[in-house]
C-alpha cells in the first residue's frame, strides 16, 4: 500500500488560513466522530455505550475529524490512506480508544494502581500503553478518570484512583505525563483525555448515570483537583460527563464547562462529550429536540460530539438561520486542528502505526515484567493471623472460582485479551511440587441465577445444580486433607466497570457458601480477593485467617500473586478507598467534615453522630495494609511549633523494621485545620513516601510543611491559608491517632 505522505508541522497563521478554506460543512465534519464498524463490523466490540443504529452516507464518512473503536497498525493505516484520498484539504483523521489500564500488556486496573502510592509505576505503565497503543494506530486514549469516588456501589469505581483528591491527582498527572511525554509529536506518544467532567464519581445512591447533587464547596474542595491535575500536567483533551450537575446535564453545562473548565482551570484542549451524552440531555429533558442540543452543547464549548449525528444533522442549519455563530464553530475547529498537529499528523498522517512495531512491543517481556512489577506492589495485605506468606513445603490445595481463570483484566481492558493472562495456578505450577499441590474450582463465580442477562455474558455457561454439587465435594475433601487452604475469590470481571452499580456489595453468595463449608474442615483458609471495588468483607474477615488483596491485576497477575504468597515478594500496598463494614455505612471515607456531635466534650454517647447497629469506622481504613514484617514508627517530631507565611517546618518520624524480612511502609503525612472560616475535613492526606528498610534497620525520615499545603476554599470564595492551630500526623494509615501541632502565623 503506497501511502500518501504528509508535509510539515503548521504554525498557528497556517492553521488559521486553513480554517478559513474549509467549507461549513467541512468543519462541521471535524466535529463528528464516527464509529469504527462504519468502516468494518469488528468495531462493534471496541463499542461501550448503546448503538444508536446510525445510518451514515458516505458523505458523512468523507469528512469526519475522528473515528472511535478502531486498533490494528494495517486497518488504521488503510482507513487514513482511504480517508486522506478524498479529504478535501488533507486533514487526517484522529483515531481514538479506551486504553484504561494497559493496550496489550494489560496493568493492574486503576483502583489497584493506586493502592502502590507510587505513582511513578502508574506513569511507567502508561508509557508502555502509549508505546503499544500508537503502533496498533491509535491517537487519544481516553485515560485518565480523575473522577472522585466515595461510593464503592459505583462500579466505576474500578476506573478510579479511589477517595482521596490528593493522592488520586498525583496519579492522574502521572498518567497524563506517562502517555503524552512533553511533547506529543514523539515516537510512542499519546494525547490523554481527563474524564469526565464534572462530578461524575458523585453519582446519587452510587447508581450509574444518575443525578449529582453536591454544594459547590464539597465541587471544589474535594471534586475539582483531579481534573485540575491532569489539565496542569498538559492533558490535551477532557471528557465531560453523562450526569446533570446543577440542574444542568453536563454536556450542556455552560458554567461548568466554559467559566469553571477553560476559564478556572485553564483548559485549552479539545473537549470531547461522553458516549451519546449531547443526544441525551434530550432524555434528561434539558433539550426540547436534537436541533436544540446540538444548541446547547456547542454554546457550552463541546467541540466533538460522540455517538450520534447531533452536531452533523444540526449545526450547519443552526448557524444559517443565525441561531449559532460561526466564530462558535470556528473555536472548536480550531481546538482540533491544533490537537492534530500537537501529534504531528500534518507531518505524518500515520504517526507510528507500524505491523513490525506491534509484533516487537505487544506482551514483549519487558512490558510484562513491568506489568507483574506494578501487580504485586498493588496487593494489599488486609489481614494475616501467621499463616501467609506459604510454606511452600507443605500441602497446599488451591480452592475458588479464580484459581485457574484467566479473566482478571477488569471489564475496561477492552484491547487487551484474557488468554494472555498468566493464572494462580499456571504459577504455581512453577514453584510448588506437583504431589503435594491440588487445584481446584470448587463453585463458580456467579450464583446461578445471576450473570448471563445482568452482565452481558454471552460465553459463560451456567453449571447445573449437580455440577456445583460435586464440584464443592471434592474441593471439601481437598481441604479437609490439606495443611493449608488458598482460596481465590471475588467479583466477576464484568462487576465492576461502566453500568455495573450493585446495592450488595459483598462477593457472590455461592462464593460464601463455599467459604464456609471449607473452613468447617480446615480452618487454615488464606483468601485471594479479586475486586474492583471495596467490597463488604465482614463475613469473609471473620472466616478466613488471611485476606490478600489483589484487585484485578492484570496479564501477570498470576505470577505476581504467587510471589507475594510465598514471600518471594513482601506485600506493600495500602487501600486508596476505605471498605466499609457493610453497604448501609456507605460513603464512608476518611476525610469527613468535622461534626458538632463527634467527640466534643460533654456529649453524652447516646446523642453523637453515630449508628445504632455498627461502628461509624470502616472495616478497613484507607491508607490500611498490612506487611510480612513489622514496623516501629516513633512519636512524631516537629522542629519548630511555628509556621511563616513564607518558611517552612520539618516533620519527623524514624521508621525501624522490627521482623525478620525486608519490607516495605508507606509513611503518610496528614494534615488538619482545626478552626477555619469553613469547616475542615478531620484529616487530610497532604504527602507519603515508601519505605524499604532489611531487618533491623532503622531510618529517620522527614517531611516538609510550607504555607502552600495549607490552602483551602475560604469562606469569601477564594483560595489561600488562614493563620491558626494545624495538627499534623505520620503514620501508616488514615486511622493514626498521636499528633502535634503548630501555629502558621
Not at 480523575?146 to 488520586?168: K, M, T
Not at 465541587?219 to 481534573?227: H, N, R, S, T, V
Not at 444559517?320 to 481546538?335: A, F, H, I, T, Y
Not at 474450582?441 to 450464583?447: A, K
Request: aromatic fraction near 8%.
Amino acid at each position: 500500500m503506497e501511502l500518501i505522505q504528509g508535509g510539515k508541522s503548521m504554525e498557528k497563521q497556517q492553521l488559521e488560513a486553513l480554517l478559513k478554506e474549509m467549507s461549513l460543512e467541512e468543519k462541521v465534519g471535524q466535529l463528528f466522530q464516527i464509529i469504527g464498524y462504519y468502516y468494518v463490523e469488528e468495531g462493534k466490540k471496541f463499542i461501550t455505550g448503546p448503538d444508536s443504529g446510525l445510518h451514515l452516507s458516505d458523505e458523512n464518512g468523507a469528512l469526519t475529524g475522528s473515528v472511535l473503536g478502531l486498533q490494528g497498525a494495517a486497518l488504521s493505516k488503510k482507513i487514513q490512506k482511504e480517508y486522506m484520498e478524498h479529504q478535501p484539504h488533507q486533514i487526517p483523521l484522529l483515531f481514538m480508544m479506551d486504553v484504561i489500564h494497559g493496550m496489550k500488556t494489560i496493568f493492574p486496573a486503576p483502583l489497584a494502581q493506586a493502592a502502590t502510592f507510587e505513582p511513578e509505576l502508574t506513569k511507567e505503565g502508561s508509557e508502555i500503553a502509549a508505546k503499544e497503543a500508537t503502533a496498533a494506530g491509535l491517537h487519544v486514549a481516553f485515560s485518565p478518570m480523575a473522577d472522585l469516588v466515595r461510593d464503592p456501589r459505583w462500579g466505576r469505581v474500578v476506573e478510579s484512583f479511589g477517595e482521596d483528591p490528593y493522592l488520586s491527582s498525583c496519579f492522574v498527572k502521572a498518567q497524563v505525563e506517562g502517555f503524552q511525554g512533553s511533547d506529543m509529536k514523539a515516537p510512542g506518544k499519546i494525547c490523554a483525555c481527563v474524564k469526565h467532567f464534572a462530578g461524575y464519581g458523585g453519582a446519587e445512591a452510587g447508581r450509574d448515570y444518575n443525578t449529582v447533587s453536591m454544594d459547590s464547596h464539597t465541587f471544589q474542595e474535594f471534586y475539582l483537583k483531579g481534573y485540575q491535575a491532569g489539565i496542569d500536567a498538559g492533558a490535551g483533551m477532557v471528557m465531560t460527563s453523562f450526569n446533570t450537575i446543577d440542574g444542568i446535564p453536563a454536556s450542556t453545562n455552560r458554567h461548568r464547562m466554559r467559566d469553571i473548565l477553560r476559564g478556572e482551570l485553564g483548559c485549552d484542549g479539545v473537549l470531547i462529550s461522553d458516549f451519546a451524552a449531547i443526544k441525551e440531555t434530550i432524555a434528561h429533558g434539558y433539550s426540547a429536540n436534537g436541533e436544540k442540543a446540538a444548541e446547547n452543547a456547542l454554546h457550552a464549548g463541546v467541540d466533538i460530539d460522540m455517538m450520534t449525528t447531533t452536531y452533523l444533522d444540526h449545526v450547519a442549519d443552526l448557524i444559517q438561520k443565525g441561531v449559532l455563530k460561526e466564530e462558535l464553530l470556528d473555536e472548536s475547529v480550531m481546538r482540533i486542528l491544533e490537537l492534530k498537529n500537537r501529534l504531528g499528523l500534518f507531518e505524518n498522517p500515520y504517526k507510528d502505526a507500524d505491523e513490525e512495531k506491534e509484533k516487537e512491543l505487544f506482551l514483549c517481556q519487558e512490558h510484562r515484567k513491568a506489568a507483574g512489577k506494578a501487580a504485586a506492589r498493588s496487593f494489599v495485605l488486609l489481614k494475616n493471623d501467621g499463616i501467609l506468606p506459604v510454606d511452600t513445603e507443605k500441602k497446599i490445595a488451591f480452592i475458588g472460582p479464580y484459581t485457574d481463570r484467566k479473566e482478571m483484566l477488569s471489564s475496561w481492558a477492552i484491547t487487551g485479551d484474557a488468554k494472555d493472562s498468566v493464572t494462580i495456578r499456571e504459577a504455581a505450577e512453577e514453584v510448588f511440587a506437583s504431589d503435594r499441590t491440588v487445584y481446584l474450582q470448587g463453585c463458580p463465580v456467579l450464583t446461578p441465577g445471576f450473570g448471563t442477562a445482568q452482565l452481558r455474558l454471552e460465553v459463560e455457561e451456567e453449571p447445573s445444580e449437580e455440577e456445583c454439587r460435586q464440584m464443592k465435594e471434592k474441593a471439601l475433601k481437598a481441604a479437609a486433607e490439606a495443611d493449608l487452604v488458598v482460596m481465590s475469590l471475588g467479583e466477576h470481571f464484568k462487576e465492576s466497570g461502566e453500568a455495573t452499580s450493585k446495592a450488595n456489595i459483598e462477593i457472590p453468595e455461592i462464593q460464601l457458601d463455599l467459604l464456609e463449608e471449607v473452613v468447617r474442615v480446615n480452618p487454615n483458609v488464606a483468601i485471594v480477593l479479586f475486586n474492583g471495588r471495596p467490597l463488604d468483607l465482614r463475613k469473609v474477615s471473620r472466616l478466613a485467617k488471611a485476606i490478600l488483596e489483589v484487585w484485578l491485576p492484570g496479564t501477570e497477575g498470576g505470577h505476581a500473586i504467587i510471589d507475594v504468597l510465598t514471600g518471594k515478594i513482601n506485600p506493600s500496598g495500602k487501600l486508596p478507598m476505605s471498605f466499609p463494614y457493610c453497604v448501609g455505612q456507605v460513603p464512608v471515607y476518611y476525610n469527613a467534615y468535622s461534626t458538632g456531635r463527634g467527640d466534643f466534650e460533654g456529649c453524652a454517647d447516646h446523642f453523637r453522630s453515630r449508628y445504632l447497629d455498627i461502628p461509624n469506622e470502616p472495616l478497613y481504613p484507607f491508607g490500611y495494609g498490612l506487611s510480612y514484617t513489622e514496623f516501629e514508627i516513633s512519636a512524631l517530631e516537629l522542629n519548630k511549633d511555628t509556621l511563616s507565611a513564607d518558611g517552612s517546618l520539618e516533620a519527623s518520624v524514624t521508621v525501624t523494621n522490627k521482623g525478620t524480612c525486608q519490607g516495605t511502609e508507606t509513611l503518610q503525612l496528614y494534615i488538619q485545620d482545626v478552626f477555619a472560616s469553613v469547616v475542615r475535613p478531620v484529616k487530610e492526606l497532604k504527602g507519603f513516601r515508601k519505605v524499604t528498610l532489611e531487618p533491623g534497620e532503622s531510618r529517620k525520615e522527614t517531611f516538609r510543611i510550607d504555607e502552600t499545603m495549607l490552602r483551602f476554599l475560604r469562606a469569601d470564595g477564594t483560595i489561600g491559608s488562614e493563620p491558626g492551630t494545624f495538627r499534623v500526623w505520620i503514620g501508616n494509615s488514615s486511622v493514626v491517632e498521636a499528633y502535634k501541632e503548630f501555629e502558621l502565623q
